[in-house]
């Protein structure tokens, strides 16, 4: 009797263990993984490789790209300090002052690391400045300039983060994509934006053929000489909210109506006028 009461004790045990183990197992697979938020500098270094291969994917042409790095910027120096320190920093000639809706910038502009490089800080308020740098890139069907522009790209935001600045990058190529489809003859509103979609999803297939870039469309627009739209892809770490969704990614189409062809513009996470 006493060997059965044991034997049943430890059966008891047994299967608490069992238990206990399922448990935690079950609970670790239900455990998501964090998310690695990546430094700016190494999300910007990413995504630029991807614009890179989507511009060699898109157009045979040489295409130009504007990379830039911006954000506020809370110092104690002077705007005019400020400015000589991101300028020294950079390479660049002393800043100039000019006026540009009632407020002073400070701009500078030159070659940094061999790319035409623009800076400007403007005062926002007291001890609360914004800086923008823009660099300036033409890309082609090999490689050979990306890694170059990579390193641009690093020590102008490497920069501009250790004196301060809460730095946001976004980026944009152009080019030309295909001749126009539509001809003299044809009704002008409707058959031409229908045809500016169809580039559009053209662009979308070669893009999407490209290594783990899936493309989910989030926003649209079009009228009767421009196509846009907004796309979620999961794949690239710079995002934007837009609505109820995170987007990374906007392609946009203008017909021209002198040349007869689709202009391509493409912007990471969004274009923003100065494209």
Do not use: C
């Amino acid at each position: 009797m006493q060997h059965r009461k044991l034997w049943m004790i430890g059966l008891l045990i047994l299967v608490g263990a069992m238990l206990l183990v399922g448990l935690q197992r079950f609970q670790e697979a239900g455990q998501e993984e964090p998310e690695v938020l990546l430094d700016p500098v190494e999300a910007a270094d990413q995504q630029l490789g991807t614009l890179y291969s989507i511009g060699q994917a898109v157009t045979a042409d040489p295409f130009p790209m504007t990379l830039k790095w911006q954000g506020e910027w809370a110092s104690l120096l002077s705007p005019e300090e400020a400015a000589g320190v991101l300028t020294s920093r950079l390479g660049l000639p002393g800043p100039e002052t000019s006026m540009v809706q009632g407020r002073t910038v400070y701009g500078a502009e030159g070659l940094s690391e061999g790319f035409s490089t623009n800076l400007q800080l403007t005062q926002l308020e007291e001890g609360k400045l914004y800086a923008m740098v823009r660099l300036e890139a033409v890309g082609d069907a090999t490689a050979s300039p990306l890694e170059l522009l990579r390193e641009a790209q690093r020590t102008a935001g490497e920069s501009l983060a250790d004196e301060g600045v809460h730095i946001t990058w976004n980026a944009a190529i152009q080019g030309i994509a295909w001749p126009a489809t539509v001809t003299k003859d044809s009704p002008p509103d409707l058959e031409q934006a229908s045809a500016l979609s169809h580039t559009l999803e053209k662009l979308e297939s070669k893009i999407s053929g490209l290594p783990k870039l899936k493309l989910k469309r989030a926003e649209g627009f079009a009228d009767e000489q421009t196509a846009s739209q907004t796309y979620a892809v999961d794949a690239l770490p710079i995002t934007v909210q837009s609505g109820d969704q995170r987007v990374a990614l906007q392609l946009a189409v203008h017909r021209n109506s002198g040349t007869g062809m689709d202009e391509i513009t493409i912007g990471m996470p969004l274009l923003t006028v100065e494209y």
